[in-house]
């Protein structure tokens, strides 16, 4: 065994899931206007893009505090993972999640910001929340092998996928259990520069944590998910692909709060609220 090699991936290892050596992006709106902004020392960088799309910084600068943070992701298609952590279930769904990842979209219309709220619709229940990463497309993909999915993902956020238990149990398809306006909060800021195959997730329920796991538990990682829906349908840069939560979830009331952290990225909290 080569001792420099070994100390030098260890040290590799270290440093890449350190936030300190992370690039951070926002969305944000100022004065009515939505914008990119590259986040250094709570200082907000205006960019002239996404910075999936190589958007440079134009000159203009803010303070994080000053910016009202939007979803930090413009996706035209939003994908799911379904029973992708295996302590993960729901009762009625007893097929096998090893055998092909538990695909599904919802409309785009559907993701809120971090300091938004969730929305309860007046005829909803069984609202519960869902601890998950997100990563974010940075090129177009298309029958893309495993082997080079990586080069395709720009970065990860957090995500929380709001899911009505009872319409998902009795609904045909989840599009309005999973998809419907303001169920899915994304953020706060997109990170790069991480391994997404290794980070803790902690999902925290009016402050007491209820869910918890690393990502190297994902039955399919981002990388094959990359692959695998790229063999079915064309990502473009910008796109959003969600990991699947784990463990078991709960029912949120109106003015619950829930907080989920992925380590080196950081925490979204968002309250529900009911529809009026």
Known sequence: MNIKTTVAGVIAALLINNAAFAERYVR?????????????DGVVYQLSSAPYHGGKRTGHTLNETDAKLKAPVDPNQSFMTAFNYRDHKLPGYEQDPTKRPGLFTVPVSSIVGPEDDLVRP?????????????????????????EDSSDYIFGITIGNDGSERDWQASDIQWLRAKGSKNFNAVGPHLVTGLDYTDLDIEGRHNGVKSQGANSSGMIFDFNYMVHYI?????????????????????????????AITVEGVGTLENKLVQEK
Do not use: C, Q
């Open 122 to 146: 007046a005829e909803a229940k069984n609202f519960h929340y869902e601890a998950e990463m997100v990563i974010v497309v940075g090129k177009r993909a298309e029958n893309v092998s495993l």
């Open 230 to 258: 790229s063999k079915y349908f064309v990502l473009e840069p910008g796109d959003v692909i969600w990991s699947g939560t784990m463990g078991d979830t709960g029912s949120m009331k109106p003015g619950d709060t829930y």
């Open 28 to 40: 944000y709106e100022e004065h009515g206007t939505v914008s990119w902004g590259e986040l250094v």
